[in-house]
């Protein structure tokens, strides 16, 4: 084996007094070698971005390394002073970060940001800068290169802004790039392209990778080495294939268990007669007008049609901008209905007034994608389930009875009735926003993308309490999402929707086996990791 670039030894970085535990990185030991790609797998807090951040000289000045060594090609990092990190830090050792809006400058061009890179460090001439910008751009797969280097990160997709974060990281050509989840909030096929880019460019320039995800799946496609860490402590490592295979430590198997697969199971509704019936719906925005600019118009929901059985989950999947979430609006009435039908239990709601909607707002509730910004930070959760039956008549006796039970049902205790949003994690505050959904008693839940931006593990618990209630309470849901593996698991039937318009729906195992369209192959084969059956691994 090659000797290695980076070696970290013993590593201990302590967390702030009154937290959880004392450490945040305990003894954590590995290493790196020219040419590969080490996939550090693990739950949020489980200390893969400590590490990185330690490596990197970027933790803030109340989670310092304690203790241990990291030896960047013979180098100690940890003893060196803050001017000497920047000497290599983005020219020898770069970092692509997980969230590239809140990383890239919004108010600098992202040919600014590029070039920033090489001034920061001397190198190349401003001419050289320009055409390096160029040749950057290109290498990443962006389109006109020369026309996108004048955009602000604002007006790029979340793929194209992560391409421009892995240009920055490789524009002096480091020996070792650092990923932090690049991919976690990404579409199938987006993510694929960029895993096959990160992996196309290790091979041609010999970099080492160091790959940071919760994601087994990407594990699987792209990893040499795996290191699985777990509450600050590194509880297993070695070859991907004897990981992802054969795993020997308890939390390994966790994970590898919690891994959804894509082989679809057969689920029938016992409901013959449908609870939501959606009829040649159609939603058009207006994206740009005005006395210079060409109004532009876009067929979010083009002509959908579909049913919804109690009892029964009914997926819609694809990718960002295919209009599933304006959908799911429509279907609560977020955003007005501009033509089609949405029968539930048989009246036509579509088209209702605001006032003679309000009795069907109860029956039909939505669990958000993100938990962080859809829940009060200045209410606490009591008061947060509570809003809606208060304002549907229900005496505060009965709203905060009913509150504290569905907190006990939703796996918090009582107690968290008194507890303000931010104290939770984001797996129990998606399970606060269910409970908010259940206290109005629907007999429709939409959730769109309720589990997207969870751990693997809470995942699991947060779709097995969806399953579980459903079952309690014969629920109907819609579940928006662009997680194929998420929907095999629970689906009954699904919808795959692509520019506006369903362009297939059936059983989940039809349309795994044997899909018919096009668009539907090319997600299912974007799938990371998908020769990898998870289901397959022997855990006991």
């Not at 201990?12 to 945040?24: H, I, K, N, T, Y």
């Not at 919004?106 to 390096?132: F, L, N, Y």
């Amino acid at each position: 084996m090659n000797e290695a670039l980076l070696e970290v030894r013993d590593l201990c970085v302590a967390l702030p007094s009154g937290a959880d535990r004392p450490f945040a990185v305990k003894n954590v030991s590995f290493s790196l070698a020219p040419g590969e790609i080490l996939c550090i797998v693990g739950e949020s807090g489980s200390g893969k971005s400590v590490s990185a951040n330690a490596i990197m000289g970027l933790l803030p000045d109340a989670m310092k390394p304690k203790a241990g060594s990291i030896l960047f090609k013979g180098s100690e990092l940890l003893k060196q002073t803050e001017e000497q990190r920047l000497s290599w830090r983005g020219k020898d050792i770069g970092m692509i970060f997980q969230e590239p809006m809140s990383a890239l400058n919004p108010i600098m061009q992202v040919g600014e940001q590029i070039a920033e890179v090489m001034a920061v460090h001397g190198t190349h001439s401003d001419k050289a800068r320009h055409a390096r910008v160029l040749e950057l751009l290109a290498f990443v797969g962006l389109p006109d290169p020369e026309r996108l280097r004048h955009s602000y990160p604002f007006r790029l997709s979340g793929g194209q802004r992560q391409r421009v974060m892995i240009a920055m990281a490789l524009a002096l050509e480091p020996a070792i790039v650092i990923a932090d989840e690049p991919t976690t909030a990404l579409d199938v096929t987006t993510q694929a392209q960029i895993l096959a880019l990160i992996k196309s460019i290790q091979r041609a320039m010999g970099m080492g990778v160091i790959f940071i995800t919760h994601d087994f799946g990407v594990v699987a496609e792209i990893a040499d080495r795996v290191a699985v860490m777990e509450k600050g402590i590194l509880v297993e490592q070695g070859q991907a294939q004897q990981v992802l295979n054969q795993p020997q430590h308890p939390y390994t198997r966790r994970l590898i268990a919690a891994v959804p697969h894509l082989r679809a199971e057969e689920r029938r509704s016992d409901q013959d007669v449908p609870l939501l019936q959606v009829k040649n719906l159609q939603k058009t925005y207006t994206l740009a007008s005005g006395l210079f600019v060409k109004k532009r118009t876009l067929q979010a929901v083009n002509n959908v049609s579909f049913d919804v059985h109690r009892g029964e989950t009914f997926g819609i999947v694809g990718e960002s901008g295919s209009g599933k979430s304006t959908l799911g609006k429509c279907l609560v009435r977020l955003t007005a209905v501009e033509g089609g039908s949405l029968l539930f239990n048989g009246e036509d709601i579509a088209q209702l007034h605001e006032n003679q909607f309000r009795p069907y707002r109860k029956k039909i509730q939505m669990i958000f994608q993100d938990p962080f910004a859809s829940l009060n930070p200045r209410h606490k959760t009591g008061r947060i389930i509570m809003d809606g039956p208060l304002a549907n008549g229900v005496s505060a006796a009965k709203a905060e009875k009913k509150a504290r039970e569905l907190l006990e049902l939703v796996g918090l205790q009582s107690a968290a009735f008194d507890r303000y949003p931010n104290e939770f994690s984001g797996g129990q505050r998606q399970r606060i926003g269910i409970a908010r959904a259940l206290a109005m008693e629907p007999e429709l839940l939409v959730a769109d993308e309720s589990v997207s931006a969870l751990d693997v593990s809470v995942q699991a618990q947060v779709l097995a309490l969806l399953a579980d209630l459903q079952r309690q309470f014969n629920l109907a849901i819609v579940f928006i999402t662009h997680d194929l593996r998420v929907a095999a698991q629970i689906c009954h039937r699904l919808a795959v929707m692509h520019q506006g318009a369903i362009v297939e729906q059936g059983a989940p195992a039809q349309i795994f086996d044997a899909p018919q369209h096009p668009y539907t192959q090319q997600l299912i084969d974007a799938v990371p990791g998908k020769a990898w059956d998870s289901s397959a691994v022997v855990l006991s």
